[in-house]
Structures are given as C-alpha cells and as structure tokens.
C-alpha cells in the first residue's frame, strides 16, 4: 500500500512509514492492554464486537496484528520495490488490463515476498506471550501454557516437553522462510529497473484512504494505552493524573525495574554490537579455518527459530544446574543481557554481514601485503567505514532489549525485574493502568533513543562517510 503511493508525495510516504514502524517501539502487551480499555467489559467501545468477548481468539488475533504489522510491511516493501518496470512496460503495451496485470505481474513477483512475511507473522504470533497472557482469557496457546507449567506449577519437564512442541513449528517455518528467501534473490536481474507507479488520481485516492484507516488504528491502539495510563479512576473518573506512574503504589514493578530495563538495554547493546561485529568479521574477513567459520555461520542462524520462551527454558536448565560453576549468573543481570543477545544474535549477525560484504576484499589484501597485522585494519579501516551498520545493530539490541517479555520472562529475580516484565506483572495483579503507563515509558524510551540515533547516524556519516563521495 505504502510503496505504491505516487512518487510525487515522499512525505506521505515517510509520514505512514513512521507511524507503521510504531508497534516495534512497545512491548508486544501494550496492544493487549488498549484493545482492553477499548473493547473490554468496560471500553469505550464494548458494544462494537456484536456481543463477542474480547478475552480470547478475537483479542488475541487483534492484538497480533498491530504488533506483526511492521514486521510484515517490512518484508512486503523490500519485495515490491524489486519489481522490474520492464514488465509493467511490457503488460501494458500489450493492452492488459490493471486488474490482469497485478494478476500476472505483481502477484507473481512478489511471492516469495508474501510466503516469507506470511512465516516471519506466523512464527511470531505462535511464539508470541505477552498479548495472550493479557488479553487471552479462557483462551489458551502454547507459550501461555508453558508459563504456567513453569511459574504456575513449577513443573520444569512438562514445561520442556511443550517447548519442543512450540519449537516444531518455529523450525518448520523458519526454514520455509528462508528458502522463499533464497528463491526471492535468485530470481532478481542485474539488468531490472526499479518500477515507480504513474499517478492515478482514483487508484491514489483509494489507497491513500486505507493507508490512513491503517495508521489511524496503529496511533488510536498507542492513545488508547497513553490515556489510559493518565485517567484517575477508569471508567468513573475521566480526569487526567500521573499518580499511575507512581509505581511504588502497584503490585509487580517499581522504578527500579525500568532502570534495570535501560542498564540491560545498554549492556546488550554496547556487548551484543561488540561480538556480532567481530564475529561477522572473523567469519566474513578471515581466511583460516573454513570449516569453524562455517560452523559458526550456522550456529548464529540458530536463534532465529528457537522461541525466545524456549530460549529461557533453555537457561534455566543449564544455569540452575547444581554442579554447573556458572549458577551464580542465575538472576543476574548478566544472564538477562546473555539471553536477549542470542535471542536476538541472528537479525544482527546477518545485518553485519551484509555490511561486511559490501567492502572490497582488497582492502585485506593491501593490508596482508603490509605486513598489517588484522586487527589493526579492522580497527582503522573496517569499522570506520561500517560505523553506520554497527549503530543499526546497537539500536536493533537496544529497542528489543527494552520490548522483549518472552526471553527473559523465567530469567530475572527480584533484583532485576524488567520494565516488560513489570508491566506483564501488574497487568496480573489487576494494576492495567499502572502496567499501561509502564508500556509507555517502554515506547517513549525507545522512541526516544531511536531519535537519538537518527542524529548520531547524520552525524557520523559525515564524519566517517566522506569516502562514499
């Protein structure tokens, strides 16, 4: 919808790509939390779903959506944007008709594109915790159950034997994902130019009106939660407060669970850049010992199809052991920053990659001839020239550090409760408006440190860029 958007107007573009990319600012719950105070037994808007509940498949699936949104766009963007003008050239000398065209060209050239965004949302929302434990009710799925198998029973092999049936479907569309991926890239040509839609004033009407239906939901779902977060009494007391920010007066969370949510953000940021860089490097840059650079290749596609609820079953296994030397992390803040870095490790480890591969290979070279040693050219040449790269990676880190419920769920102790976690824990104890303030600070935070990032990414590219001219 977005990228067939006429030419002419790039801030439309920009506008509704900024307010798409929201829902990856808040915690997977904040949309749970809205669609609550929005079509709950007490909303605003309770008479809307014809007499159906929230609570369950209806809440579930709503709540889905917003946060699967950008996920989905993204992909969907990168697939439309590869199609050749050649083609549509071709259609309409032909004398095809828009509707036999989209049939025959868009569709066709996109599908890997749709079979990826269509895994990429499946195994999100089957992995997902944090919008069913709040808004699923009766309503139980696989992530739910293996929490309450864990925390509600402490019933450690149960737990396990239900993340292995979680896992199987992650796998399965983990590496359908990744071969809709392959054939997406091998179906490019080098000789394509990038089709850019002429102006239709019925087709650009119609789609600039879904595109502001869809933005509408997005930033009313986001009002909803900050609003909520500042009415004195829901639904008796409409007026406006800041007593729910006030986090000593609810059950489950403080303001120290949202300091150890930006000390862990920074840590994983500062650490997690750190290894995928070097690591990316070593794997990509270096030419000694094929078979462990391969090995280490695989290793680091691994997080991306194991759950992150799996991940922190995982953990607890192996860290909680008796006889393990490494128990004294268990509840640490360390063990919090390790879990969400390879969470998180293979989007990151790919990005650097991707970076890495865009520099000659004759800068190695050059450098081997000068008897340079390597870690001095990947310190003077390497990460200047992918300071960029190695911001995306950090704030990639950051914001999901900040956002993620389901790795680190089984992982903290009273010491190092998290703000997303905080948040889920009020929510339980029947403090919504304290846990949707929570979700707030989450989204402001990370909104803000986005911004931040925005400007030392302008700054640094002049700084370090000027080769690029």
Do not use: C
């Not at 920053?337 to 989007?347: M, N, S």
Request: glycine residues 8%; charged residues 10%; proline residues 6%.
């Amino acid at each position: 919808m977005i990228e067939t958007l006429p030419s002419e107007s790039p801030t439309l573009k920009g506008f509704f790509r900024l307010v798409a990319m929201i829902p990856l600012l808040a915690p997977s719950l904040l949309s749970a939390i809205a669609l609550i105070y929005l079509f709950g037994n007490q909303g605003v808007l309770k008479g809307w779903l014809f007499g159906e509940s929230i609570y369950g498949p209806i809440g579930i699936i709503l709540g889905s959506v917003f946060w699967t949104f950008p996920h989905a766009l993204i992909v969907l963007i990168t697939a439309l944007s590869t199609a050749a003008a050649r083609l549509y050239e071709a259609s309409e000398s032909l004398g095809a008709s828009r509707w036999r065209t989209f049939m025959t060209v868009t569709l066709p050239g996109a599908r890997y594109g749709l079979i990826s965004a269509t895994f990429v949302t499946f195994t999100l929302v089957i992995t997902n915790f944090g919008v069913p434990k709040v808004i699923g009710g009766p309503f139980n799925v696989l992530a739910t159950d293996i929490y309450e198998q864990v925390v509600g029973q402490q019933n450690f092999q149960m737990g396990a034997v239900v993340s292995l049936i979680l896992l199987l479907p992650a796998v399965v569309a983990f590496f359908v994902d990744r071969w809709a991926q392959r054939r997406q890239t091998s179906a490019l040509s080098s000789r394509a130019a990038p089709y850019r839609p002429k102006p239709h004033p019925v087709r650009d009407r119609a789609l600039l009106g879904l595109v502001s239906l869809v933005a509408l939901m997005i930033l009313g779902l986001l009002g909803m939660a900050a609003f909520a977060s500042l009415v004195k009494l829901w639904p008796y007391d409409l007026g406006l407060t800041l007593s729910d920010y006030d986090f000593t007066t609810a059950d489950g969370g403080s303001w120290a669970s949202y300091g150890n949510s930006i000390r862990m953000a920074l840590y994983t940021a500062l650490f997690g850049s750190l290894v995928v860089f070097t690591g990316a490097y070593l794997i990509e840059k270096t030419r000694v010992a094929k078979p462990l650079r391969t090995a280490v290749h695989l290793l680091a596609l691994i997080p991306m199809a194991a759950p992150g609820m799996v991940l922190g079953l995982s953990y607890i296994f192996f860290f909680n052991a008796p006889g393990n030397p490494l128990n004294i992390l268990y509840g640490s803040m360390t063990i919090l920053v390790l879990a969400t870095i390879a969470h998180f490790y293979t989007v990151s480890h790919l990005t650097a990659l991707t970076a890495l591969k865009q520099l000659d290979p004759e800068f190695e070279a050059v450098s081997a001839s000068l008897k340079t040693p390597f870690y001095r050219t990947f310190w003077r040449v390497t990460t200047p020239m992918r300071l960029p790269a190695i911001l995306d990676i950090a704030l990639y880190f950051f914001v999901n550090a900040m956002t993620t419920v389901s790795a680190v769920v089984f992982l903290y102790s009273p010491a190092t409760t998290l703000a997303s976690v905080a948040a889920l824990n009020m929510d339980d104890a029947g403090d919504t408006a304290p846990a949707a303030a929570m979700a707030m600070l989450i989204v402001f935070t990370a909104g803000s440190v986005r911004l931040l990032h925005a400007g030392l990414s302008r700054w640094l590219h002049r700084r370090t860029q000027a080769w690029r001219g």
